[in-house]
């Protein structure tokens, strides 16, 4: 018996097909039944014959129910299934879930010296509004508002970008090197399809990022760390035996330690990449970033080996919200590229890319960087003076670039315990252990601050509550 | 000897920097050699010593030189080096790269009958230009322009998606299950990662997407082609003592033939994953875009043991351009996502994400897609009339949705020679060789044409010049 509620706002077909389809599912109506003809079930509910007729129509599309010459629809034949549910154990799995998630935050922050996040102020609001429009239009009469995009990215991006990078990162190379990526994380997926192979392993800074190793891991290569000293990583601990290795590094920045590799280590890291056949991953994260010399060329622009990956980001520079960077391959790397991607999509909106391309064209993107560094030197400064008046316990790590500092305690004390304390003043601070593959080898006094999302006028706030927090150790 | 050029565009410091380190570079300044004072250098040069000093903490920043107690700055010890280019191999390269792209198209192409691209007009333009100005005060608002945005998308996205996937597609999750990716192929990635060993495979329609193919292989697993018949994928031809494998089927739209699974293969093929203990991915990739009846609810809507991953996409109602996706997964993998995901970045932009959940809480997108079916379902019926009347010796496969068919011939003819004829006429029509892992099943004479870029008012000359082209096999 169909019912038809006519103050439901399911549509009258929509309610006749599923109470047909639940009496089917629910062995009411078994094989071979025959439904009443559509003429005559409209008559009964006093709906128009076409109702009835949408209902049966969606009913064979789905299969429930087959028409049969002369006679009329009839039900089809459905394995006997338990459709049971298992309802509970799905509660269960939701229950054991949300164990796995954090605690709730008990004590409010204030000061989150996270890294990665900026403030909201930084993001150049009025420019991208303005050049989305510029550049929706500009697709509209290129025709290439619904088209498939190149799986590298859009070559009006990667012709902006290329004679940016030989400009500020003395990078040579042509557009069809260049892949745009929706992250570094993206760039290094493609690259383990590109190089790795079962018994592939990837050298990593012992500290190193840890968001690379995520990468890695995840593909099944086997990490081996290499130390860093105040030159950044140390060359002379890579074997010379292992050949066709891949490497990855920070020169111009490393993570989280924040050296700046010098040339002659450059050389000697080209050089050793060269006899070994290995490639380099060089990160260039936040290169732009350096607020009292020029950035340091780039590996990538003194390599004549075709040794080095440069991988960059706009994360950094403009926003990580926009999820963009973009990897430089090496010529001898190009037809394997092609050959095992020839399937693949872009990953990268074509509005995004036209976008950042616009803002690189018209000089704003180079204003805006510029405005980025000015203000994350301030802030940078504004701590190095705050934390000088401290305790000469303290000691504060930067090269003056990127945006966050290392704080060492020269007193003995945990990363635990400094969390806590800072947590209970409202400020948040990080742990430094998560860089490091050997978690013993990680020093204990040592905390991660980044100064990208706090503003200029809580800093000294900040620190205060910091003292107040720390004064047993200062 | 510095040489300084008042006319030229690079600033005075980066003429003395540059100069220096080609000397250095050069072996002409050698290791342990002292750089003139910087007052000295100042004043021959006719330079402020601000300059100098500039020049000189760049070098010194970089490793070039470093400073002397008492004494000044003295280059530093740099390995030797043969940076001796090999650019000659890098232009061998290049130039077999060269070859290796595909000869110049020779013919103009009048109408290409690809898949995934749309007619530019349908992408909607000025809804989008005015969700974006909107969504960039919204995350302005809610402080979000800057910050680092959740790796499995938005919020306010997955909230108002579940929503409406419920209602299209009977879809029965929680936000937490939803995860936006760039894209079927991103989504595939995440997944090859969170169930995939090296000893795994991946059963595939056959013929099937090559796409998802491409995929699959390039996270080295196994292909197991299973044979698809008039109701889809055929479940009886599927081991029984097969445990924990993937399974990739296309149910409601069966790429490439276009037949749709009725409801007792979906429960066959629910029932075969639970005993299995296998994993069902539903590409669900154009299930909105159906013109006579309403779309068939998801297997995910009818799966009761948590087997089924759903993947679905906004490029086939909105844009291939926008490069969004989705996958549901089931709640017991939830917490092995977060585990090896949990250093992971989102992969769309924050903006993207919020101008589509924009469009589906207005609305919009619900119009936007009656629209895109409206034009689509009008494509298709010209294409079905003007194909009627050509002869019978072609036969138009459709289920009636999607943005494409299948042309068969009955005569005996090569897809190639089919191919080449259209292109000959100005029109691009494509083999269906690209989605047959083997490839002498392919039928020789099928060809595949897509219906979503080509616009009404040309399908009568389209068809017109194919019946030329074609004239021997009709």
């Known amino acids: 018996m169909i019912y038809i509620d006519r103050t439901c706002k399911e549509t009258l077909y929509m309610q006749i097909y599923h109470q047909i389809k639940t009496d089917i599912l629910q062995g009411s109506l078994k094989e071979g039944d025959l439904l009443q003809g559509s003429r005559g079930l409209a008559n009964t509910l006093h709906v128009s014959r076409n109702t009835v007729d949408a209902a049966y129509g969606q009913l064979y599309a789905e299969g429930y129910i087959f028409p049969k010459k002369g006679i009329g629809y009839v039900v089809a034949s459905l394995p006997k299934l338990t459709l049971s549910t298992s309802l509970e154990t799905i509660e269960n ?21 996270t890294n990665g996040s900026h403030s909201n102020d930084l993001f150049p609001k009025t420019l991208w509004k303005k050049a989305t429009i510029e550049c929706i239009e500009k697709l509209d ?18 012709h902006t970008l290329l004679s940016y990078l030989k400009r500020i990162r003395g990078i040579h190379c042509t557009e069809d090197q260049i892949i745009i990526t929706c992250g570094i994380q993206q760039s290094l997926e493609y690259i383990c399809k590109l190089l790795a192979n079962d018994k592939s392993y990837v050298f990593m800074e012992e500290p190193g990022y840890h968001k690379a190793t995520a990468v890695f891991l995840n593909n099944n290569l086997k990490i081996q760390t290499v130390p860093v000293d105040e030159h950044g990583l140390m060359v002379s601990r890579l074997p010379a035996n292992k050949e066709h290795c891949i490497l990855y590094t920070t020169p111009s920045h490393q993570f989280p330690t924040g050296v700046t590799m010098p040339i002659h280590r450059r050389l000697e890291l080209l050089s050793w990449a060269k006899e070994n056949h290995s490639y380099i991953l060089e990160d260039d994260f936040d290169s732009e970033l350096r607020y009292y010399a020029k950035p340091i060329p780039s590996l990538q622009s003194i390599d004549m080996n075709d040794r080095v990956i440069y991988l960059g980001t706009f994360s950094k520079a403009l926003s990580p919200t926009i999820r963009m960077g ?3 391959l090496p010529h001898k790397l190009l037809s394997r590229y092609n050959q095992i991607f020839q399937d693949y999509n872009a990953t990268v909106p074509i509005l995004n890319q036209y976008v950042v391309s616009h803002l690189i064209e018209t000089g704003e993107y180079d204003r805006h960087v510029r405005r980025m560094n000015h203000v994350f030197r301030q802030r940078l400064e504004c ?16 090269n003056g670039s990127g945006q966050y500092f290392l704080l060492e305690f020269s007193t003995s004390v945990s990363q635990d315990i400094l969390i806590k304390k800072a947590a209970e003043q409202g400020v948040k601070v990080y742990s430094t252990m998560q860089f490091w593959q050997e978690k013993t080898d990680c020093p ?31």
């Open 93 to 113: 799995v939701k229950a054991t879930h949300n164990n796995l998630l954090p605690p709730k935050q008990e004590l409010p922050i204030l000061y989150d010296l």
């Open 141 to 158: 009469s290129e025709q290439k508002l619904a088209k498939i995009i190149d799986k590298q990215g859009e070559l009006y991006l990667r």
């Open 326 to 328: 973009y990897m430089i």
């Open 383 to 398: 701590f190095e003076r705050e934390f000088k008046n401290i305790s000469s316990n303290l000691k504060l790590s930067s």
């Open 444 to 474: 204990p006094n040592t905390l991660f601050l980044g100064f990208s999302k706090i503003d200029i006028k809580n800093i000294e706030d900040c620190v205060s509550r910091l003292k107040k927090a720390w004064s047993e150790w200062l």
